[in-house]
């Protein structure tokens, strides 16, 4: 990296604080090739802090959600002989519900195979104690969860359901929510802990901090490995940069495995 480090520390800051590319290029003078080389480099590290720093952390209650975006263009106008990376993205988000820790992270097609290996993440960050976990009525968790966290945990789904919209009518805003059903789906789950409420308010920490989740704007990844570089700096700066407002301090101080806030310098040089 050619970039001093002052430097590169606030390009980061911009793209961290819903900055898109190319306002970042205006606003530092720092080519869009060389801000996309960083932010690269910049996931590729946070990616191993998040392996290595978020492990055997012991919780109560999890939380699981998937956050949709596309790379290059939307599913269906993808045509047969595209690139195989275009199309519909969903980043899948497990945190435990008291520290805010996000424990981890999967970005892939909405199906089997993600869940799966977003589940053995989750059972691979979190210590071996009992946990109680609630998800969405995503069918492909009922069998990832018991296959890989049967031996320690109690699962319920959370299920909302949502009004449709009139006819003719294009939304742009969430749907309005109908009725919401409380499914228990493995062990004996607290009915009081059965909730999705935080890792749903991440959701909009996402959007609001990550330009390319941004909807209506054509600031859209356009390559999967920046789409993947992007994702993984913003959960390892929430982990271990960004003060919770009512923690006081970051989910990473929190849950006990950092002693002090982090810095971006810190990230770029861990």
Known sequence: MYLPLDKAE??????LEGNSVSSTERITDVHHGTILKLLVLAGDKCERIMAEKVRNVTVRDVETDEVWAFIGKKQ?????????????YYTFVAIERHSKLVLNIAMGKRDQGTTDAFIEGVRQATARGYLQITTDGFAPYRTAIPNTLGDRCDFAQLIKVY????????????????????????????PGRICTSIVERSN???RMGTRRFTRLTNAF??????????????????NFCRVHKSLRVTPAMEAGIADHV???GELLSA
Not at 181 to 188: A, H, K, L, N, S
Not at 221 to 238: D, G, I, P
């Open 10 to 15: 606030m390009v980061l800051k911009l793209l």
């Open 221 to 238: 990844s356009k390559k999967w490995e920046n789409h993947w570089a992007a994702v993984v700096l913003w959960f390892t700066f929430y």
């Open 76 to 88: 269906k106008r993808v045509r047969p002989g595209d690139d195989p990376n275009l199309g519909d």
């Open 204 to 206: 909009l920490s996402v």
């Open 163 to 190: 009004r449709a919209a009139p006819e003719g009518e294009r939304r742009y805003s969430p749907a309005e929510v109908q009725s919401v059903e409380v499914v228990p789906v493995m062990g004996r789950p607290d």
């Open 262 to 264: 982090w810095t971006i």
